[in-house]
């Protein structure tokens, strides 16, 4: 077997365009080799994490024009917005061409035409639509519920320790004025049904879910992280969801909920301490929000009967 000639060390790490001569300096056939990657058209990559949306845009980088711009699900991927996990896995990246410019084709790359009033951000170095007109664009490839969690997530940011928000994407004047732009387009009117929901102070997307199921169930809509005394009021919990006239607290568990000994014992102590202070926790899986949601529905709804029952006892 033929060894390949060692890369200049400059070359590790990075993207080129083939015909880029006094880049690399290299043979046609040594940019055929079998140690480089063609991650799309005319480009070769060494040493560039590919399944990672921001190797795959550094991949990219060597063919983008004046006026393209990374957009759609690439954008929300760029700014860490939650989404579901077929469009995760998905590796073609959406290039937006901005108004006037010819979209981008070819292997690997979704080109997609901007209206002309499309703004633009930057996150670490790569250009792409501006969080607000990402939102309006994914209106066409995520279901109801994922494009909300998507505007939670972008007008949320996260919690601080000191319990502010912070790395907050846009404002929700910023999604009005980016679905009113939108327009007439297609899928309109699910960006009309979506901005409504849209909330403040969201910390994950299967919050998100939870929420948009107990309103689809008739159960009146929860406080998104409210704050909630405890230990005799010398301490403060923010339950995901709450119900604090009824006292009812909603905790998402994921897998890491339980997988992780630190974070199990934690989640025990956090909900004894619900339970002092006189609050009823539902604790909600993965599987009771995409698997099995009737029962779940049901559950919630015997637990709400019952303590309505205790308060009008009372």
Known sequence: MSRHRSLPPRLRG??????????????????????????????????????????????????????????????AALLGAPLPNSCKQATDLHIGALHGVQPARGRGVVGHRLAEATRTTQV????????????????????????????DFLVSGSRSRGGSRVD????IDELTAAVTAYGSRRSA??????????????DSRPETHLRLALIDAGIPEPSVNPPVQVDGGTAVLHPDLAEPRLRIAYEYEGDLHR???Q????DIVRRERFEAAGWRVVRVTAHDL???????????????RLVESAHSAR
């Open 263 to 266: 974070r199990f014992r934690t």
């Open 259 to 261: 997988t992780d000994q």
């Open 14 to 75: 990075t993207a080129f365009a083939v015909g880029d001569r006094a880049l690399h300096g290299e043979t046609n056939g040594r940019l055929r080799g079998s140690d480089l990657e063609a991650p799309f058209w005319g480009v070769r990559s060494v040493d560039v994490d590919l399944g990672d949306v921001f190797g795959r845009c550094a991949a990219f980088s060597p063919r983008l024009r004046p006026g393209w711009v990374f957009s759609h699900l690439t954008a």
């Open 189 to 202: 009117w699910l960006l009309r049904a979506a901005l409504p929901l849209v909330r403040i102070g969201v």
């Open 168 to 171: 907050i994407h846009t404002t």
């Open 290 to 304: 995409f698997v099995d949601r009737a029962s779940f529905i049901a559950r919630v709804r015997r637990l709400r």
């Open 124 to 151: 670490r170095g790569f250009t792409l639509t501006a969080p607000a007109d990402t939102f309006a664009l994914l209106a066409t490839m995520l279901e109801p519920p994922d494009l909300v969690a998507v505007g």
